[in-house]
């Protein structure tokens, strides 16, 4: 795995910049423009998939060997059980109980790609996923669910129109998530 470079605003810089800017990390990119020439007192971040060039020193820029996860759920197995799974296929794992554990380790480490139960207390993993996209997020979604309470609604569906990048069905094997990951990360 290729390592990837991170950004975040440093705290004393952030007049001038947008709101999602403000404590949220974004992927360092190669500048798809080719009338801008490269110059190392600026970089380029991933904003959504659409790239913005900004200053180098008003921001933290750190180098990460292997992609980062983090895995939402409610249910402690589930969490555990994926964390040692994506571990050992080469990934580091984060893990949150729920919708607003993960909004503030989303902030603070900046994942490359979320995995989040849809039913959860607190915030759900709808509530999540809407946050995540209003914030410009690089970070991919996959949703999952076992449908829950409302088994006859397309929860599923409607974490892809919210902006998840793939739902997966609960029961799921421990090889089709990791081959759902590793097929999403090689996207970015």
């Known amino acids: 795995m290729t390592p990837q470079r991170w950004a975040r605003l440093l705290p004393k810089d952030d007049r001038g910049y947008p709101a999602h ?8 990119v190669t500048s798809q423009d080719p009338d801008v020439p490269p110059d ?7 904003l959504a998939g659409k790239a913005e060039r900004v200053p180098s020193q008003h921001f ?8 980062r996860i983090l895995v939402v759920d409610d249910d402690p197995g589930i969490r555990r059980t ?12 984060r893990q949150a109980q729920d919708g607003d554990e993960a909004t503030r380790i989303w902030h603070e480490q900046g ?5 989040t139960d849809i039913h959860m207390p607190k915030k759900s993993g709808l509530l999540l996923i809407e946050e ?13 669910t076992d449908g829950g309470p409302a088994k006859d609604f397309n929860l599923l569906g409607l974490a892809g129109l919210l902006g998840a990048v793939r739902a ?3 029961p799921f ?16």
Request: charged letters at 25%; glycine letters at 4%.
């Open 21 to 28: 800017y403000i404590g949220q990390w974004f992927r360092v």
């Open 40 to 46: 190392p007192e600026y970089i380029w971040l991933d």
């Open 60 to 67: 933290e820029i750190v180098e990460r060997a292997k992609p």
């Open 82 to 93: 994926l964390e040692i799974a994506l571990g050992n296929a080469g990934y580091e794992v």
């Open 111 to 115: 994942p490359d790609l979320l995995i």
């Open 132 to 144: 995540l996209q209003a914030s410009s997020t690089s970070t991919r979604v996959i949703a999952m």
């Open 168 to 170: 997966i069905a609960k």
């Open 173 to 188: 094997t421990l090889d089709e998530m990791v081959k759902a990951v590793d097929q999403e990360l090689s996207r970015v």
